[in-house]
């Protein structure tokens, strides 16, 4: 999924106004957060229930991908969106993984690895901001892809064919998730030394 940051590191400047459409679509994303989480975990586990928690989870990472295409696209991007953003990502994200292994599908250690990773790479956006923004790289975007696939497919009912789906992608998401969080590390030694 696109975030909407831009392809540098850049400056903590005051930039476009942040009441905007894609800060909005954003916003969105979090609200949907509970709501997604309520059909998940709340109501008796079955076919319907899990496609109508899959449709809500997928609409919101949908706004993920809106929200980068039309910040970029007009010129909208903000200080507040670059923090916002990844912080609505793994706001669904963590939710969801956890709603998961709460119903015993995701082992709570996978989790857990995902989880610590997501946190400890926020705290590390928060504690260099005043030196610069680190944008999401590539291989973040491929992170967040794979997990926001490998979630849609364990949460709606698969063929038998394509039961091996959600694991396999879920082992790929849980390497990139490791890789780009050194990655972040790396970046965020690199830009303390910088400025």
């Not at 509970?34 to 989870?57: C, D, H, K, M």
């Not at 809106?66 to 909208?76: K, M």
């Not at 949460?155 to 998401?173: G, K, N, Q, R, T």
């Amino acid at each position: 999924m696109k975030s909407a940051v831009p392809d540098h590191v850049g400056d903590p400047v005051s930039g476009p106004a942040a009441l905007n459409l894609p800060n909005f679509l954003t916003g969105i994303r979090l609200l949907l957060v509970p709501v997604f989480i309520y059909y998940l975990t709340i109501f008796e586990v079955s076919t319907r229930n899990q496609w109508i928690a899959g449709t809500f989870y997928f609409v919101a990472a949908m706004t993920d991908v809106l929200d980068g295409y039309l910040a970029r696209r007009n010129n909208q991007i903000t200080n507040w969106g670059k923090i916002a953003d990844p912080i609505a990502d793994k706001a669904l994200t963590g939710a969801a993984f956890i709603g998961l292994s709460i119903l015993g599908v995701i082992p709570w250690w996978i989790t857990s690895v995902i989880l610590f990773r997501e946190i400890a790479v926020t705290l590390l956006r928060f504690n260099v901001i005043r030196r610069g923004v680190i944008p999401a790289s590539r291989g973040g975007k491929a992170k967040t892809l794979s997990q926001n696939v490998a979630i849609v497919f364990f949460l709606v009912p698969l063929p038998s064919a394509l039961e091996f789906m959600p694991v396999s992608i879920l082992y790929l998401a849980l390497t990139l998730t490791l890789v780009t969080g050194i990655d972040y590390v790396l970046k965020a030694q690199k830009l303390s030394r910088t400025k």
